[in-house]
C-alpha cells in the first residue's frame, strides 16, 4: 500500500498548480480521498475530500472554496487537486489519504507560494 503526491513547485501568488495522487497496491475504489497540508511547525489540517460513488461528493474547508477543486479519475487510480489563485499562505506540504487505508501516508509535495 503505498501513496505518491506529485506536481508540487514554486508559483508565484494567483498561479495555479496541479497535485496528483498514485495509489499502488491496491485502488481507490468507492472509499473517501482527502487531500491534507501541513504548513511549517502546524498541524496538518485537511483542505478538500471526494466521496466515492457516482455523484463523488466534494468537501472543502473555508480557505480554499472557489480556489481549490478535488477530482478522481478512477479508471487510472488517480486523485487530483487543482489549486487556482495561489496564495502565500497556501504554502505547505500536500498530502493524500484513503479513507481505505486511513494510517498510510506518502511523502508528500511541497507547494510553496511566494514572489
Known amino acids: 500500500v503505498q501513496l505518491v503526491e506529485s506536481g508540487g513547485g514554486l508559483v508565484q501568488p494567483g498561479g495555479s498548480l496541479r497535485l496528483s495522487c498514485a495509489a499502488s497496491g491496491f485502488t481507490f475504489g468507492p472509499y473517501a480521498v482527502s487531500w491534507y497540508r501541513q504548513a511549517p511547525e502546524k498541524q496538518r489540517k485537511l483542505v478538500a475530500q471526494i466521496f466515492g460513488g457516482g455523484i463523488g461528493f466534494t468537501n472543502y474547508t473555508d480557505s480554499v472554496k472557489g480556489r481549490f477543486t478535488i477530482s478522481r479519475d478512477n479508471p487510472k487510480n488517480l486523485v487530483y487537486l487543482q489549486m487556482n489563485s495561489l496564495k502565500p499562505e497556501d504554502t505547505a506540504v500536500y498530502y493524500c489519504?484513503?479513507?481505505?487505508?486511513?494510517?498510510?501516508w506518502g511523502q508528500g509535495t511541497q507547494v510553496i507560494v511566494s514572489s
Open positions: 489519504n484513503s479513507a481505505r487505508f486511513p494510517s498510510s
